[in-house]
């Protein structure tokens, strides 16, 4: 792919980032799936069938169909990025200096392809070599995480997401997706598909604790003109919206940001969940989101290095100004109890 670029959400698809589910799905059960985010174990083999038959569709389509784990292992090829992803993944303060330089020169050794499985996949204490001993190995099950598993890496669209020129790299809000981030971090900076690309990166790759700065790509929608949709969820924060509104002010990326206030349950959990960009002026959208208290600002530049911040009646009014639009056209889904 020559540009990388995302300017709406209607646009041909002409590149997309998938994952197909793997060992880290395996490695769910019932009394540790809520904890990585999942409600229930699934089958993972049936999971992969049906993902080669929606990949091998959209290439069918002409789209360039990227695997993370084909990334992640061509990206190993770079001993610079081995080396920081060992380094960040299995960290000397998560397993202590001699427990994890250990790990650490064992995973160096694997085939650079089991070395991406493991790095979402997860290992546990059983795996690693009997000759590896350490007061931290003496003091877990074999069935413990050395470095647990990453299921929801098949959500790519949450850890990073692309807005006109460039791409936000996203500090996930909750434990069990945050090394997801690291992943595609070094993806971006080492992978010759995005090398020599002139993209910029908006939010997310320092090395800092983002602390409640955090976002996930699924509350953010890129309906043109220059304008991005960004929904306040439970793990998109209005922190996080600032620093990303700020940096694609200064790259002059967008000229407004509409952040929406989203309705505190889980079946609004993201606002991809909730509203769909269909055509220029047509969305769908649960009727929740879109009611009069639902509150609603628009995020401009002050023409300083800093962001005005307007309240705006409504969403829908926030949005055909932004899209320059008499009335947009919504068609409602859901609204029952179920």
């Given at each position: ?5 995302v300017?709406s959400e209607i ?15 395996k490695r769910?059960?019932?009394s540790?799936?809520?904890?990585l985010?999942f409600?229930?174990?699934l089958?993972?083999?049936r999971a992969?069938?049906e993902?080669?038959v929606?990949a091998?569709?959209?290439r069918?389509e002409?789209?360039?169909?990227l695997?993370l784990?084909?990334l992640?292992?061509q990206?190993?090829d ?11 993944q ?9 427990f994890?330089?250990d ?16 790095l979402?996949?997860g290992?546990?204490?059983?795996e690693?070599?009997?000759h ?10 074999l ?9 929801n890496?098949?959500?790519t ?5 692309w ?7 996203n500090?996930?809000a ?7 981030t690291n992943?595609l ?6 992978h010759p598909?995005?090398t020599?690309?002139?993209f910029?990166?908006y939010?997310?790759?320092e090395?800092i ?12 929608l ?8 960004i ?9 996080g ?7 694609l002010?200064?790259?002059q ?11 505190k349950h889980r079946?609004?959990m ?7 960009h269909l055509?220029?002026?047509t969305f769908?959208?649960?009727?929740e989101?879109?009611?009069k ?8 530049p002050?023409?300083?290095?800093g ?10 009014n926030a949005?055909e ?10 068609i409602?889904?859901?609204g029952?109890?179920?």
């Open positions: 792919m020559d540009k990388h670029y300017g646009g041909q698809l002409r590149s997309v980032m998938l994952h197909r589910p793997n060992l880290s799905l769910l059960t019932p540790n799936c809520q904890e985010l409600d229930d174990v089958s993972v083999e992969g069938e993902h080669d929606f091998n569709t959209l069918g002409g789209v360039e169909v695997l784990t084909d992640l292992t990206t190993l770079v001993s610079d990025a081995k080396a920081w992803l060992l380094n960040t299995v960290s000397d303060y998560r397993l202590g200096p001699a994890a330089s790990v650490r020169g064992w995973l160096a050794d694997m085939p650079h392809r089991e070395l991406a499985r493991r979402s996949g290992l546990t204490y059983g690693i070599p009997t590896i001993k350490n007061m931290v190995v003496d003091t877990h099950a069935t413990d995480f050395i470095m647990k598993p990453l299921p890496h098949l959500f669209r949450d850890t990073s997401c807005i006109y020129n460039g791409v936000s790299i500090p996930m909750k434990a069990a997706r945050q090394r997801e992943n971090r070094a993806i971006y900076r080492w598909a995005f020599d690309g002139k910029i990166k939010y997310g790759d090395n604790n983002y602390d409640h700065a955090t976002l996930e790509g699924g509350d953010v890129v309906i043109g003109r220059g304008a991005v949709l929904g306040m969820s439970e793990r998109t924060t209005p922190q919206i600032e620093f990303l509104a700020e940096s002010f200064k790259h990326q967008a000229s407004r940001v509409i952040a929406v206030e989203l309705p079946s609004c993201h606002l991809d969940t909730v509203m769909t055509d220029i002026d769908s959208v649960y009727p989101v879109v009611r208290d639902v509150q609603c600002w628009t995020l401009t002050d023409g300083h290095g962001i005005k911040r307007h309240q705006e009646t409504s969403l829908v949005i100004k932004a899209l320059g639009i008499d009335q947009v056209k919504l409602t889904t859901g029952d109890a179920f």
